[in-house]
């Protein structure tokens, strides 16, 4: 048997749909133990309401799913082992995520009574059930500001999300009388998995011996990832917002802030001590350090190398466009926001991202193969086998004649706004649209449309970096479309007309967090150290086609004007003023 380093760490990424759990051996970066599991509840769709834009993840998934994970680790030769000589843990997770919290910062749906209710639950980061909160923020903030006040959205972008902190906290104070009594405090993911493990709190609120008080807000080190993007903190204000304009969003949001301290901590920082109790249930050392949480793509960039003049972007179900640089003094505009510290500590972290990306070709496959998956549920087991399997297998059959279309010659063009738009200039109220069909469009040129719009969407994002003055010198991606799909990463490369970098590993998240878990552990000294030792190389370079980038460029133009004509169209107040004026219900459209 092989001698087990003494360099390893553990990387625990929480996604959209899964729990990630990675073995890393910190002196190169070698991968060597993983597993993978999805969240019960979340896989049946329980307490999500995808019509209304409401997904909500119950906090048992998060739990069970990484003892399941730690266990699937400990069950491979040499996985009990490798556990046992782990030197430290970094947990991301996926947000703005946050959930209210009882007094001992157990979540609601953990108690007694908000068992199934979904308000009591975390809240995902695409949730936008909160629409009308965030248009309070951004109204208050612009009268704040004309009445000689600080600028509470200058670090945001400019304009504040319904997928962040303020905006879910309001809403669930306002629309829910039974959580906005309960709730103490409203804490993010990533905020509460390294409370959990470090016994700050328990599943059941009673105090855990690790909690040497009652008072936990005041020993919870919030994350600078989290709450300096979806919070609205920064150390010119002293911490949070002014106590009177977080009144003028909800008069509850004052209680909420004195919970939530003055500080926050980069992920570089040891948040405390792996617990007795989630020692025993994980197989790995007690007393372990546990490093602050952080956002997964922040995470995730570190992991894929992001550094000065590197964008890094992340793209799965949604993209993150992560990007550092020291502070100017500048602030850029319609961005998630910068933040010092976010992703590598000592430089100022830049986020922007596409609501959906990922998320908008799925759309369309289910799309097509609802009849056939109509007719899958009412079959044999057998019959519902290969229906899977022919969806698995439609993206295939797509992509492979959508490659087939010269640039421009689909001709339909198509907005990447299905979940609304995060950046540049976030407006979640916006809507997805195609123009130009015909009888003679078939579903491979839709689906062409559909890539060519979230490759626009990227490159309106930097674009906007690059006007406002951010250097970059090269695109870097990571993620499940990066490595998969060769026609989404030829488009981007065309549409943006720069060389596209692909990382080569698919843990680069959870890599990223094993980079954290390194300097927590004292392996390495700092983030760029733990990079240099444990980046993993660049398999490929996507070269745009000389030939298709000024056919793109015309078809950008085209984009934007598109764009410009639905967003000024406000194609959701329309169909709310027909339904008013004939008497249907606004819930029907909504």
Known sequence: ?????????????????????????????????????????????????????????????????LVSAAHTIAATPGGTELLAKVRGIAVDTTGSTPCAVSAQLVPLALLPGFENDPDAMFVLWKDHSAIEEADRINEAARAWVNAGGADYLQYEGGIYSSEWFWAKAAHLLSTNASVASAAVSFVEHCDWMPALLTGLTSLSGAVPPESASRDVFAQLKRSRCAMGHKAMWHEDFGGYPDDAFLAQVHPGLPRIKKTLGTETFPSDTVFGA????????????????????ALDAHMGAVGGGVEEGVLL??????????????????????????????????????????????????????????????????????????????????????EEEAAKL??????????????????????QKLKGALANLSLGTTAPMIYRALIEATAFGSRAIIDRFIEEGVHIEKIRAIGGVARKSRLVMRIVADVLGKPVEIVSSDQCVALGAGMFASVVAGIHRSIPEAQKAMRPRIEAVVEP?????????????????????IESWNLENTFQNVAGSVGVSSDIVS
């Open 1 to 65: 048997m092989q001698t087990v380093p003494d360099t390893l760490v553990l990387g625990i990424d929480y996604g959209t749909d899964s729990c990630r759990v990675v073995v890393i051996d910190a002196a190169n970066g070698a991968e060597l133990a993983q597993a993978v599991a999805q969240y019960p509840r979340w896989a049946k769709g329980l307490f999500c309401d995808p019509a209304r834009n409401i997904f909500r993840q119950h906090p048992l998934d998060y739990v069970e799913t």
């Open 545 to 565: 086609d000389p030939a298709a980038v000024p056919v793109y460029a015309a078809l950008y133009q085209r984009y934007k004007e598109f764009g410009t004509f």
């Open 274 to 293: 792996l617990s007795k109790d989630w020692s025993a249930k994980l197989g790995l050392p007690a007393g372990i350090p546990v490093a602050v949480g």
């Open 406 to 427: 010269a640039p421009g010659k689909a001709g339909v063009i198509a907005l990447d706004w299905m979940n609304g738009r995060r950046t540049p200039d976030a407006n």
């Open 313 to 398: 972007k992340v793209m799965g179900t949604s993209t993150c466009d992560m990007i550092v640089g020291p502070d100017t003094g500048k602030t850029v505009s319609g961005i998630c926001g910068q933040v010092d510290g976010s992703i590598i500590p000592g430089l100022l972290g830049y986020e922007a991202g596409q609501s959906a990306f990922g998320d908008v070709y799925a759309w369309f496959r289910n799309l097509l193969f609802w009849p056939l998956e109509k007719i899958a549920q009412d079959e044999s087991p057998n019959c519902q086998a290969a229906a899977a399997h022919a969806k698995d297998m439609l993206m295939v059959w797509l």
